[in-house]
Structure formats: structure tokens, C-alpha cells
């Protein structure tokens, strides 16, 4: 079995009976890659439930992505390939109380740009996923009584009406933003683009300045709420000469805490925007665009909420 991650601690407590199982691959083998993910969990000792005649509401969803991707005329011949599982719940921001649904678990490779993804691949893949939940599930759950921790009163999804909770109160609640709350002089900035982030850290404090938005002085403090850009290129000279594998995202990263057990927090990506392409390499001119159209949105979005 794998090392634990440092995701374990948020599958504590998770009544596998109420998760949900989806798989993303590719059509003709989609049935089979899932079945195969079904008789790990299954060999484990740990079913998932069967979603036909399921009578008890999903707290969780945890979802295996495998789904190659053609490049087209972008990088001709080749496949972006990022294969992932993750676990999505419902989470609570603590600093405004604001409920969403968000990854309390993940396990990815990374993303990849190959000339081909065999079958054996994506099982392979499949099988190294699946394994690092199962580690990351037993070793936190090694305590339990049964190999499927219950919960004796489940936290109800947030969506669904509480008897005594009136309707008005949960419409509210579907409306609030994750910003909601957020002060400015409270967020620390973080900027990764290579040998340009010094300079581009430089053009994002202004823009906040431009629009009467200060930052925390403080840099780097441990615990601190971080508004991260990220405009990363690695280059695909082996495969696609003259391009580079483009990723560009803003991130609200922030402490959360899981609402079916709320002694859990961790940080994770309260709003963010993010893509990933193949394309020549981006000069500066290019990275102080991309990085001013990220920051424009949450800029607008913060003053909007």
C-alpha cells in the first residue's frame, strides 16, 4: 500500500455507504475502468454502494478522472492527460460561515502531454489512485469498530431543508459567495511565474492599489489567507517543438472546515479560475495580461459581493 498523504486525515469518519462514485474516462471503457475501481474498494473490504436503489442521501462525491484529451492542430498527435481522484463534500468557510462544496481530497499525477494512453495505462493509473485513498482511508480509520465508519446522526447536506429551518434562511445561504466577508487588508498575495514573478508580484500590488483595495503588509505569515497566481509554462520541445504546456490560475486558498465533522480543517481553494493549454511560449507583455485579466475578475467579484 502507499504512504499516507497529507489529505488522510480528511477521509476520518467518512461513512463510505454515502459516497458517491463517478468515473470520467473514455466512452468505450468507461464500464470497465469503473467496475475494475469498484473491485479494488470491494478486495479492500470497503464497498461502495451500488447508485441504482440507493435510499439514503450522498454526503460525498469521489470522482476518477481519466480522460485523455486530443491536442488538435495545438500539438498534433498528442493527448493532455491529467488523471486525478478527488473527494468533494460540503464544506464551511469559518470566517463568514458561507457553505459550499469543496475537494477534501485529492490524488493526481500532474498534468502530462503524451503521444498516447493505452489501456493498461489508465488501469495502471486507476489502480495507484485508488490505493492512495485506500492507505490514506485505513490508516485514518484504523480505530473503527467496523471497516465502515457510521455516522449515529448524520450532518444533512446543506441543501437539504432542516424541519426547522425556514426556507427564506436557505435560499440566503445558497446566494452568499465564498467572498463574502473577505477583507483585503487581510489577504497576502503569492505570484509563481518563473523569472518574471518578481516583477509581475510588483504590477498585482498596483492593480489592487488602482482599485482602493490595500493588502496585508505582512508577507509569507504562516495561517494568513492567500489570493495565489499561477502562470506556469513547461516546455514541450521533445514532443511539441516550439510550445509550452500553459498553466495560468488564481487560487483563494483558506482554511475550511468539513461540515460532517468540523474538528477537520484544512487549507484549500475557496475560489479560483484556471486553464490549461498548449501554446507558443508567453513573453512578459503576455504573463502581465493574463495575470491582469485573473486579477480584474476577483477584483470585480470582491467589490460586487
Known sequence: MAATSAYAQTTEGLDLNRVHFVISAPPEVTSRLSRHARS?????????????????????????????????????????YDPSLTLTEPVRIPRNSVIMDDVTWLAHTGTQVRKSVSLSDLERDLEELVDQFLSDYRATNAGSRSPIPRTTHPTPHPGAQHPDTPATALEALRSD?????????????????????????????????????????????????????????????????????????????????????????????????????????????????????????????????
Do not use: M
Open 40 to 80: 479494488l474498494f470491494t478486495k479492500a473490504g470497503l464497498p461502495l454502494p451500488d447508485p441504482e436503489g440507493h435510499d439514503r442521501p450522498f454526503i460525498a462525491t469521489l470522482t476518477l478522472t481519466l480522460a485523455p484529451q486530443s491536442l488538435g492542430e495545438g500539438c498534433t498527435g498528442h493527448l493532455l
Open 177 to 305: 459567495s465564498p467572498l463574502k466577508g473577505l477583507r483585503s487588508d487581510q489577504l497576502q498575495i503569492s505570484i509563481t511565474a518563473g523569472r518574471f514573478s518578481q516583477s509581475l508580484t510588483t504590477q498585482a500590488l498596483q492593480q489592487f492599489s488602482d482599485a482602493g483595495l490595500a493588502l496585508s503588509p505582512s508577507r509569507d505569515q504562516h495561517g494568513q489567507t492567500t489570493l495565489g497566481v499561477e502562470l506556469i509554462q513547461q516546455p514541450l520541445e521533445d514532443r511539441c517543438p516550439g510550445k509550452v504546456l500553459y498553466e495560468s490560475g488564481l487560487y483563494l486558498v483558506e482554511q475550511i472546515q468539513l461540515t460532517r465533522n468540523p474538528r477537520i480543517s484544512i487549507w484549500s481553494d475557496t475560489w479560483l479560475r484556471e486553464t490549461t493549454l498548449v501554446v507558443a511560449p508567453r513573453s512578459q507583455e503576455q504573463l502581465e495580461s493574463d495575470q491582469d485579466a485573473l486579477l480584474r475578475q476577483f477584483i470585480d467579484s470582491l467589490k460586487a459581493r
